[in-house]
């Protein structure tokens, strides 16, 4: 019988950032061993109530330990302890590509899977030119809401995580936008999902975990 997966113990830690201190968890079951990948995961809007203990972010998250990758959430300045205060996209990019370079030395580990909700999907996408992810996971990208019209599509294998029912973000408008890109992303559209995933979460875990898994290691 396989037993079910069990989450490892969050670890607070405090990060060196870009305009002070960045509060973050640490999630990490590898006991020590040299991970496939690190994990990097990027909150809903500042400004909205989102931070590192989001139920998306929380999924995302496990997705990632599932594949024995350890990952790191993290509070965007200005959000929990983190210092500093919201720069409306600009700095928290600044915020993820600092939490991205001490994620790569604290595990020794070149291959990164970036992932991000709303906001936080957007910021992911801002900071993939820089921080050159293996795979990349973006649920409800907040298209047109960010400068995302002008981005350059991600050299990595991307997933797009949406809900057809979603009343922030239109389901028409991100297919649109992600049919521009060549080669596109993948898109997996859950039917009656709204913005927050209420009662979907197992299916957005088990949709990300898939398409990880089918990067393997080097994110091919």
């Not at 990060?15 to 990490?28: C, M, S």
């Not at 809007?45 to 990632?64: C, D, I």
């Not at 590509?97 to 996408?125: D, K, M, N, T, Y």
């Not at 979603?166 to 999902?193: K, N, T, Y």
Request: proline share 8%.
């Amino acid at each position: 019988m396989i037993e079910p997966f069990k989450p490892p113990a969050p670890a607070a830690v405090w990060l060196d950032g870009p305009v002070g201190q960045i509060e973050a968890r640490v999630d990490d079951g590898t006991a020590g061993l040299a991970p496939p990948a690190v994990g990097v995961i990027c909150h809903p809007h500042p400004l909205h109530g989102g931070t590192m203990q989001n139920k998306v972010v929380h999924t995302l998250a496990r997705s990632m330990q599932e594949l024995g990758t350890p990952t790191v959430r993290f509070n965007f300045r200005g959000v929990g302890a983190s210092a500093g205060s919201y720069d409306g996209g600009a700095g928290e990019v600044d915020d993820a590509l600092a939490v991205i370079a001490w994620a790569r030395s604290r595990w020794q580990c070149e291959r990164l899977w970036l992932g991000g909700f709303s906001f936080g999907a957007a910021v992911a996408l801002l900071a993939a030119d820089a921080a050159a992810p293996d795979q990349l996971v973006t649920v409800a990208p907040p298209v047109p809401r960010m400068q995302l019209s002008l981005l350059r599509r991600p050299r990595s294998r991307w997933l797009i995580i949406q809900g057809d029912r979603d009343e922030l973000v239109s389901i028409d408008a991100v297919r649109a936008w992600a049919g521009r890109f060549e080669p596109p992303p993948q898109m997996l559209v859950l039917e009656g999902a709204e913005h927050f995933f209420h009662g979907r979460l197992t299916e957005l875990r088990e949709g990300a975990v898939a398409f990880l898994a089918r990067g393997g290691v080097a994110g091919t």
